[in-house]
Nanobody, 128 residues
Framework: QVTLVESGGGSVQAGGSLRLSCLVS????????MGWFRQAPGKEREGVAT????????YYAHSVNGRFTVVEHKVDNTLSLHMTSLKPEDTAMYYC?????????????????????WGQGTQVTVSS
């Protein structure tokens, strides 16, 4: 059974930092890409940061590049998202996901259809 459980969300003032964590269990080795997506009220779910598993490349949305860092921790089977210099526009529900990138485009391109496993989400609220 595959489970992805996010934690670490909360409320923070603009300029602050948060660290999200995703506890990963049962994801098949064939799932070569993991990442974080977010969805704000009234908006579509968008990719934030992805990484190929086992030391592969990392990719960031333009809006978070330089502020967010995604890290896969093999020791404790977690995927973290370190968020700094947070802005009110970062307010959203953040989801952890795992999937299979078969053509080298899905992971860098945050192609949602490649991601078959999703967590329930953790809320991040940034106030001005």
């Amino acid at each position: 059974q595959v489970t992805l459980v996010e934690s670490g969300g909360g409320s923070v003032q603009a300029g602050g930092s948060l660290r999200l964590s995703c506890l990963v269990s049962g994801v098949p080795d064939s799932n070569n890409c993991m990442g974080w997506f977010r969805q704000a009220p009234g908006k579509e779910r968008e990719g934030v940061a992805t990484t190929y598993r086992n030391g592969g490349g990392k990719y960031y949305a333009h809006s978070v590049n330089g502020r967010f860092t995604v890290v896969e921790h093999k020791v404790d089977n977690t995927l973290s998202l370190h968020m700094t210099s947070l802005k009110p526009e970062d307010t959203a529900m953040y989801y952890c996901a795992a999937g299979v990138d078969r053509d080298g485009l899905g992971c860098p391109g945050f192609r949602r259809t490649d991601f078959e496993y999703w967590g329930q989400g953790t809320q991040v609220t940034v106030s001005s």
